[in-house]
Structures are given as structure tokens and as C-alpha cells.
């Protein structure tokens, strides 16, 4: 990937025929394979048949795969007679399933919970999959290069039935208010010319407060100021007055209650101050989808062990001494976890995709971006050097359009094919609670062979029967996502981020990504807690804890959005998401919807412009399994009178079974 390799776009420096063609409409002969590595190497693919999305069996290791079936959907052109051949095997494993789920049903009759060495024998999980083995690895960490397969899963009592499960492309966004749009404008309008006055005051003498004169900002020696001009005026006039809304410390875990403490100003204008009062509320707002960030987290006595054997840090990169046997263990763990070959950990989430996608892609490159994608990964598109387009958020004709000009007319000024082509999207988007329409993607990026690297950070844990991921809750087998990446710091309650991918390629960015070679590794007692909470999601405690987090997650999230939507509120998102996101609009609604929650004890994140568009001020609530139903009872009854006092139910009440 440094030195640019070719993808299935290029070949020896020439557009191939079949990119061309798929861009100019044609149906390709043939569409790349899938599996064309992405150091240059290319290999036989092994994608198997992906039928309707959500009925999706991902192959067993035995199976042929006879490559890529997406493309052979849309150009069917080897006849009848590999479709035969693929019904057979198709019957053939159909039957074989129907075999281990009747033994299953049996085994589920006599009251047996499986243990944990049982689930790793042979049972199918209750997505029916495994993975084939993986190759054996070349380094050594005194691991085993046991067989990729999935533990079976304790069953789940997820019920899709239950809720009207929306196809993520198609949810409606709702539409702002004519008269909120309007006196949202002109709040803005007024706050800026208010602003303006003040600084003119403040220069000639009057209105003098502590942080609000531009003055001060230039250096004494006459310089320029190092702050930019309207980020300034931002922070000061706009920001400045309903910053209480943000920044808020707090002293316990970020449990679903926690401790919020209390801030205040001495006079006007000054910076808000500890005060030393502090309340208990419920969170609302803290990443810890599962509960592992929880006081009495089942990963504790592991946490502490790490921390006594190895200390806070390793004070060490990767690449020099900063690998313990902890950081092996939970890259093969992740690998498994994902079903890719390998996988490589890094210390930071923001710093997985700022220093991973440049080492993947560069110049010559084209990187294709969800526009609604999070800045770590924006920052990590710019510093690749690589040719950046955006396709609007969620939008599959929009991906199609981008892709198909830019390679009909190839890198700028010279018009020479693309290196490589890789499209950016994430799992679940933050800010919007909306969860990619990955299938279609997935097609989209066979047919003009691209690659795809997804962003799990807020799906990895969160979605899909067993915890997968997007994946395994679109139906999509990983092996036809070139790149996944992911953090630890939301499902998992640590820090750190992940990147699984074919084998050369984590090998390749072991040495080529600058996150991995030039920093410290990933604090070991973080590395232990993420290998404890793998562990308990894939039921390898012997326990079933991790399978009542996975379905009180989702019960959790889905009842609370539902019981939004009843209310009338604008709710963005799709139906599973842990994130809710209720629409304010209105600047003034910001910090006030905030500090209303704060009085009744909702800890509550708001966010507005410059993280949103100006008119789509929103609250975004996070979801944990860790909350009761009591406690999202009370919270609702709290949100509603707020949403009552600010008048926010900007929609008619909904009826939802
Ligand atoms: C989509 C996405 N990617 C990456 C990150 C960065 O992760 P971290 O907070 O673990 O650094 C975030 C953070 O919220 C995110 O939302």
C-alpha cells in the first residue's frame, strides 16, 4: 500500500476493461474478485454466496466457494450449469443445518446450557457460521494456530419480528419545521450581530470581561494571532454562553448512574469552576453499550490482575518493547471475534483510522467518503494524500454516481487510472444513529472493484445476534469487507482500536502504519479488560452474561426509541442502534434542553453547529444494557416533560406495536 499497489481497478497501470465497463453501465464480464489483496497480491477469492441479505450462512470451511456471487447476480453470464452445481451444495448445507438445529432444539429441550468447551465443539451458533482456518500466523507468541471458529451462542430471545426493522437507506430524516428553520436562522443571525456589538464595545473601552476581548488574543510582540479569526469569535460570543452544557466532569465510572460534579462561575465572563458539589444521575450520554465500563464490571479481577503483572503502561511502541502476551491474545481474539485472518490493535480509536487508512491508501489513490463519516477517519483520508469525493451520507446512488465518474475520468490532470479505490463508510453513524446499508455496498464495491473499510466503533459489540457487528446484523460475510476497523473504548469499556483485515495487509501496516510504529502500545490493563469482555460476549466464561447484555442492549435501545416516537419527537436512527438521537433544531434549545435534564438527573449530550449542520441541533442519547427498565421509565417520564417545556414533540405522536 505505500509502494502503491495494484487493485482490481488497475492493471499494470491501465483502467481494466471490466472497471471501465461497470463505470460506463455495462454489466462486467466478470466482476474483480473480491479477496485481490491489497499489497498488490492478488488471490483466488473465497467470498461465498450471499443470497437475500438477512438470510445470509456465512460458508463453512469445507465449502468451494466458486468467488464472487453479487457479481455473478448482476452478470449472470457462466450459465446454467454452475447454478445447478451451487443449488446442490446450497440443498446439501440446508440439510446439514436443519440436522444440527434439530440436535440444538433437542439439547435446548433437556434444559442444557452449553459450556463453554461444548460451544467450541461443534454446535452452529444461532446464525449458523463458522470460518475457515486461518493461515498460520508468522509471528510467535506462544499462540496456537487453532481453528477460526465461533463459540455457539446461548440462545437469544431477539425477536426482529418485534419492531418494524427500517432498511437503513431508506429511513426518512424529518424534515425541519418551516418557522423553527426560520427562527433558528435568525437566533443565529441575532447572536452574531449581538457578538459583533460586544467586541466593538469591548475596543472602545466598555464591556471589558475577562475572555471576551479579541485584543488579548494577539501576542505582544505584535504577531498574528495563532487563533483563527471566526473559530474565535465562535468560542467567544456563541460558545462561551452555553458552555455549562459541555465539558462536564465527572467522578465514578460511567456507569448507567454516575456522578456528575458541580460547576460555577465567580462573576461573569470568568471560566466555570469546580464548586465541589456533585449529584448521582442517570447517564445517558457515556459510550458503555454493554455495561463493561460498570464499578462491578465482571472484568475487574482480570483488569487488576494485568495492572499488577504489567503495570499502567508498557512505555514502549509495538515495534520496539511494547508487546506483552496480553496484546497477542487479543489480536487473535479480535480476528476470530470479526472472522477476518488477523488483526492489529492500536492505543487510540481516533488514532486506528488517523494513522491506518494513510498506510493503506496514498497518493494516486481515490478515497470515496460517506460525508457523515467521523473525524478521525476525515483526518485520516486528508493526511493519506490520496484524492478525497464524498457520496451523501447513507446513499447508495450517490456511491454508484461517484464511483462511476471517477473512474471513467480517472486521476486529476492526467487522467491516469486509479491506484486503488477505497470507500469509506461506518457501521453505525454517531450523529445519526443510522446504520450503513452495507449489502448494497458490498455489491457496489464488487462491481467497480473497490475496496470497503467500515468503521465499527459504535457497531462492534452492539449489533447483530451475537454482538458481530454489521456484518453479522445485514447479513454480509466479513470476508467481503476488505478492512474493518473498530475502538474499544464504546462496547468493551476501555481504549484502544482495532483493524482486521487479510493477513498481509495487517502484516503490511504493522510496519507502515505510524499509529503502531511511533507510539506506545496499548495499556495492558485496558488490553486485559477488552480480552475479559470478548471473552464473556462469546459465552467462553461459561456464563450467560454476555448474552443478556447482547439482548438487553438491544431491547433496551429499542424500547426507548419507540417510546420517543410515541411521544412525537423527531427521532433519528434505525431500529437497534444504541444511539437515539432527538431532533432540537433550535440554538437556544441547546444548553436549555441540557440543563433541564441536569435539574430532573439526566446526564444528557447536546450537540449543535460547527458538529452539525446549523438547522439540526440535536440531544443524542447512548443506550446501555447496563440501564433497567425502571430507570428508563423515569427518564422517559423526565424527557417528556422537558420535551413538553421546550416544545420539541415537532411530530404527530406515532403508534408503534
Ligand atoms: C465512528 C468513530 N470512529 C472512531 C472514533 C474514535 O474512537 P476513540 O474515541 O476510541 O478514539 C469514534 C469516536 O467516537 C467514532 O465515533
Redesign the pocket.
Known amino acids: 500500500m505505500g509502494a502503491e499497489s495494484k487493485s482490481g481497478v488497475v492493471r499494470n497501470g491501465k483502467r481494466s476493461k471490466k472497471a471501465t465497463a461497470a463505470a460506463n453501465g455495462a454489466a462486467p464480464a466478470r466482476a474483480t474478485p473480491a479477496s485481490t489483496v491489497m499489497n498488490g497480491h492478488t488471490k483466488k477469492s473465497t467470498a461465498p454466496t450471499p443470497s437475500t441479505a438477512n438470510e445470509y450462512k456465512w460458508a463453512s470451511e469445507d465449502d468451494e466457494h466458486d468467488g464472487n456471487d453479487v457479481a455473478e447476480d448482476i452478470a449472470p453470464q457462466d450459465g446454467g450449469e454452475k447454478k445447478k452445481k451451487k443449488k446442490k451444495r446450497n440443498k446439501k448445507k440446508a440439510k446439514v443445518v436443519e440436522e444440527e438445529t434439530a440436535e440444538d432444539s433437542e439439547q435446548e429441550a433437556d434444559g442444557e446450557v452449553p459450556s463453554a468447551d461444548e460451544d467450541e465443539a461443534d454446535e452452529p451458533s444461532p446464525v449458523s457460521y463458522s470460518t475457515s482456518a486461518p493461515q498460520p500466523s508468522s509471528r510467535s507468541h506462544g499462540r496456537s494456530n487453532k481453528r477460526v471458529a465461533h463459540s455457539t451462542h446461548p440462545a437469544s430471545t431477539y425477536d426482529p419480528s418485534r419492531y418494524p426493522r427500517a432498511i437503513p437507506a431508506s429511513t426518512p430524516h424529518p424534515r425541519v419545521p418551516f418557522w423553527t428553520a426560520l427562527s433558528t436562522y435568525f437566533a443565529y443571525g441575532l447572536l452574531i450581530a449581538i457578538g459583533h456589538c460586544r467586541d466593538f464595545l469591548n475596543k472602545i473601552g466598555l464591556m471589558r470581561t475577562p475572555r471576551s476581548s479579541p485584543q488579548k488574543r494577539t501576542t505582544k510582540t505584535g504577531m498574528a494571532p495563532l487563533v483563527s479569526d471566526f473559530e474565535d469569535f465562535y468560542t467567544r460570543r456563541l460558545y462561551h454562553r452555553i458552555e455549562s452544557a459541555w465539558n462536564r466532569p465527572i467522578g465514578s465510572c460511567p456507569a448507567s448512574t454516575m456522578t456528575l460534579l458541580h460547576r460555577s462561575r465567580a462573576r461573569y465572563g470568568e471560566s466555570l469552576e469546580l464548586n465541589g458539589r456533585s449529584e448521582n444521575v442517570i447517564n445517558l450520554g457515556s ?1 458503555n453499550y454493554l455495561g463493561f465500563g460498570d464499578p462491578n464490571s465482571p472484568t475487574k479481577q482480570a483488569v487488576i490482575q494485568a495492572l499488577e503483572q504489567f503495570g499502567v503502561s508498557t512505555s514502549s511502541s509495538r515495534i520496539h518493547l511494547g508487546t506483552t502476551r496480553l496484546h497477542a491474545e487479543l489480536e487473535d481474539l479480535c480476528a476470530e471475534f470479526l472472522g477476518k485472518e488477523a488483526a492489529m490493535i492500536f492505543g ?6 488517523s494513522t491506518g487508512i494513510p498506510g493503506l491508501v496514498g497518493k494516486g489513490g481515490l478515497i470515496i467518503s460517506d460525508s457523515m ?2 473525524s ?2 476525515a483526518c485520516g483520508a486528508r493526511s493519506s494524500g490520496a484524492t478525497i469525493r464524498v457520496f451523501k451520507h447513507n446513499d447508495v446512488q450517490s456511491l454508484e454516481a461517484v464511483l462511476r465518474h471517477a473512474i471513467i475520468s480517472g486521476q486529476p490532470k492526467s487522467h491516469r487510472p486509479w491506484k486503488k479505490i477505497l470507500i469509506l463508510i ?1 457501521g ?3 450523529m445519526e444513529g443510522e446504520i450503513c446499508p452495507l449489502p448494497q455496498i458490498v455489491a457496489l464495491k464488487k462491481k467497480y472493484g473497490a475496496y470497503l473499510f467500515v ?1 465499527e ?2 457497531s462492534i459489540g452492539a449489533l447483530g445476534p451475537n454482538g458481530r457487528g454489521v456484518c453479522e446484523w445485514s447479513g454480509v460475510d466479513p470476508r467481503d469487507v476488505d478492512v474493518l ?1 473498530g ?4 462496547s468493551f469499556g476501555a ?3 482495532y483493524i482486521a483485515a487479510d493477513r498481509d495487509v495487517i502484516e503490511y501496516l504493522r510496519a507502515n502504519s505510524a499509529g503502531s510504529v511511533y507510539s506506545a502500545s496499548i495499556s495492558p490493563p485496558a488490553v486485559q479488560q477488552v480480552i475479559s469482555a470478548f471473552n464473556i460476549i462469546m459465552h467462553r466464561d461459561g456464563t450467560r452474561i454476555g448474552r443478556t447484555k447482547l439482548d438487553s442492549l438491544r431491547e433496551n435501545s429499542n424500547y426507548f426509541r419507540k417510546r420517543l416516537m410515541e411521544m412525537g419527537c423527531h427521532i433519528l436512527g434505525d431500529w437497534d442502534s444504541p444511539i437515539v438521537l432527538l431532533m432540537l433544531y433550535h440554538p437556544a434549545k441547546i444548553a436549555a434542553f441540557s440543563e433541564e435534564c441536569l435539574k430532573r438527573g439526566l446526564a444528557v449530550v447536546v450537540v449543535g453547529f460547527p458538529a452539525t449542520p446549523l438547522l439540526l441541533a440535536r440531544v443524542r442519547f447512548c443506550i446501555s444494557a447496563g440501564h433497567t427498565r425502571e430507570q428508563l421509565d423515569w427518564t422517559l417520564r423526565q424527557i417528556e416533560d422537558v420535551a413538553d417545556e421546550m416544545g420539541v414533540k415537532y411530530a404527530k405522536p406515532q403508534r408503534i406495536k
Open positions: 459510550y487510540m480509536g481516533f488514532g486506528t483510522n463519516n467521523h478521525s477517519i461506518e453505525i453513524y454517531s468503521d466503533a459504535h476497523m475502538t474499544f473504548t464504546k481504549v484502544g482500536g
